[in-house]
């Protein structure tokens, strides 16, 4: 069967496993194995640990077809810098790139909700002076785009649910996008 | 020669073309082409502006033999998601990853300075229940041991520099270490 990688900061919710748990399941429901990252299944206690969690998360990532990145904005206006950097890897090793953000606002309006911004020269520009990207995208181009190229556009909501973190809805139109691409493998060619 | 894909959120400071030339400079000085993202030189006017500078740094990153990144913290404690986002492409591409930060703090440190963070059933969790990873380490794990794996550990500085965002020493320390790496090219095995 193909394997999914499952990235995204919900590792450090609470109730991790029981997230992860979910979303395997949903991926079973079209056929595949959503492989959810290690970080809860490595002993925290060993000087290892992050080593541990990096060297298993990669394998896993070796071994899947695709990737189901969370993209939700996590502490600040873009996605989590773990889940960025797998979809990164993923693309570079050419594999299917799905993402989904819970988050539907474009990414300038956000940095404007934060306040700190200011107009210089004619561009926005925030609290240090730098320019805020606005090409009416909800991230950073290259987050955009590579969905654009290596998958399916982001999948949003179009108002955000009321779990930020636990709704699973547009995670599961990427796992019913996945199943698709994925049963089709001659159409998919490596980039 | 060899190229370099000189990856950060340089690209957003209001003298992006003057850092990209000081950049370039340093890396013809250890006999090393800098590639300085295509970001400056689109028309922002186009409709596929964006969609145009991606594909333009894919194809830089694609002709490259190394990346330094540089994942000084940019609008949140993290890294900058397009960068860090290209980091994890080349990485994926099998190619030398080099990065520095000028901001040497801890990750949980910096979370914590934020003041959005509370105790929960033992653990460190943000605003938003969210656990803060603590691990010791200036980003998330994956960012730090792709490092380790594919290059040289982060460099940063003992103390921030007076202008985090101009500062090249970190960034001059990477280009000589990519200079000593790819000159022995029997050492870099891909992954």
């Known amino acids: 069967m193909t394997t999914i990688y499952l990235a995204g900061p919900d590792v450090f919710l609470p109730d991790a496993i029981d997230i992860g748990r979910r979303k395997a399941e949903l991926c079973s429901r079209y056929g595949l194995i959503g492989l959810f990252p290690l970080d809860n299944a490595v002993d925290l206690a060993t000087a290892d640990a992050s080593r541990n969690i990096f060297h298993g998360n990669q394998a896993m990532m070796n071994d ?10 996590f502490r600040g206006p873009s996605a989590d810098a773990g889940t960025v950097y797998e979809l990164g890897y993923m693309a570079g090793r050419g594999k299917l790139c799905l993402g989904y953000s819970n988050d539907p606002a474009i990414y300038a309006e956000r940095v404007a909700r934060s306040g700190d911004i200011a107009t210089q020269n004619g561009a926005t520009v925030d609290a240090h002076g730098l320019i805020v990207e606005d090409f009416g995208l909800p991230d950073n181009l ?3 785009h ?25 995670f599961e139109a990427c796992v019913a996008l996945a199943a698709e691409r994925l049963s089709q493998p001659a159409v998919r060619s490596s980039s």
Do not use: E, F, K, Y
Request: hydrophobic share 55%.
């Open 142 to 144: 290259m987050l955009i």
């Open 64 to 73: 899947a077809s695709a990737i189901i990145a969370n993209l939700t904005p």
């Open 146 to 170: 590579t969905l654009d190229l290596h998958g399916c556009a982001l999948v949003t909501p179009r108002q955000p649910p009321a779990d930020l973190w636990r709704d699973l809805a547009a």
